[in-house]
């Protein structure tokens, strides 16, 4: 189906390989985290949280990482699965966004066999 | 989470007619959430619809333009009138997770293309 990520930047690795996408966020306010894969003709599937007073998660092989300081958050995947090529967004919240999410631009992955 | 599912899949549709799209949960949710997401692009809130009262909308979208309803705990529709090719875009409904932080979850989406 066609693709919602032709314009974004595209991060290519090898199967097996461990994958590391990044996102900056602008607001120094912002206190919960989100990453969301979004695979061609799906909606965003949530993938992993995280809230500021923590500078690390982790899940079933993917970890988030958090750096306050410089305002950047990453995700790893480890041992890369073709199934991971997807978009990945990150979205960021905070109390005077309320309930709402900011979505990043978001980073295409493609997993080379 | 949730089940979400969304009506119609997909749609091709003529410019100045309008296109209703609906987002059914499979559970009674308080906060459900309209965004847009034109080609290639991210994702852009639209509003939010909250059941029993008027939906809020975010910088750059009118009721008008936009029209929402949200009848009941399970169920909203937002509706794109008067449509033009800029239109074009995926239409998704997402709902607020039971947990205590702002998780959200989404519907598959709605491709429109105005032609």
């Known amino acids: 189906g066609e693709s919602v990520g032709l314009h974004l930047p595209t991060l290519s690795v090898q199967e097996g390989d461990n994958s590391i996408i990044n996102c900056a966020y602008s607001?120094?306010?912002?206190?919960?985290f989100i990453w969301y894969k979004q695979e061609s003709g799906k909606g965003p599937q949530f993938i992993i949280d995280?809230?500021?007073?923590?500078d690390k998660r982790q899940g079933q092989r993917v970890t988030v990482l958090l750096n306050k300081t410089v305002k950047h958050l990453s995700l790893q995947i480890a041992a890369t699965q073709p199934g991971d090529s997807a978009v990945y967004f990150c979205?960021?919240?905070?109390?005077?966004?309320?309930?709402?999410?900011?979505f990043g631009a978001g980073t295409i992955l493609r997993v080379k066999s | 989470s949730a089940v979400i599912s969304q009506k119609p899949s997909r749609d091709i549709c003529q410019r100045g007619t309008s296109l209703t799209i609906q987002c059914q949960v499979d559970?009674?949710?308080?906060?459900m959430f309209w965004y847009r997401q034109q080609p290639g692009q991210s994702l852009t809130l639209i509003a939010t619809?909250?059941?029993?009262?008027?939906?809020?909308?975010e910088s750059g979208f009118v009721i008008d333009k936009f029209p929402i309803s949200r009848p009941n705990l399970t169920f909203s529709t937002l509706t794109v009138s008067n449509m033009s090719p800029e239109d074009s875009s995926i239409y998704l409904c997402?709902?607020?997770?039971?947990?205590?932080?702002?998780?959200?979850?989404f519907g598959p989406g709605t491709r429109l293309t105005v032609t």
């Open positions: 619809a909250n059941q029993g009262s008027e939906a809020t909308y």
């Open positions: 979205a960021e919240s905070n109390m005077e966004y309320g309930n709402k999410l900011v």
């Open positions: 997402s709902v607020e997770g039971q947990g205590a932080t702002y998780e959200q979850y």
């Open positions: 607001n120094s306010a912002s206190d919960y």
């Open positions: 559970s009674q949710v308080t906060m």
């Open positions: 995280i809230r500021s007073n923590m």
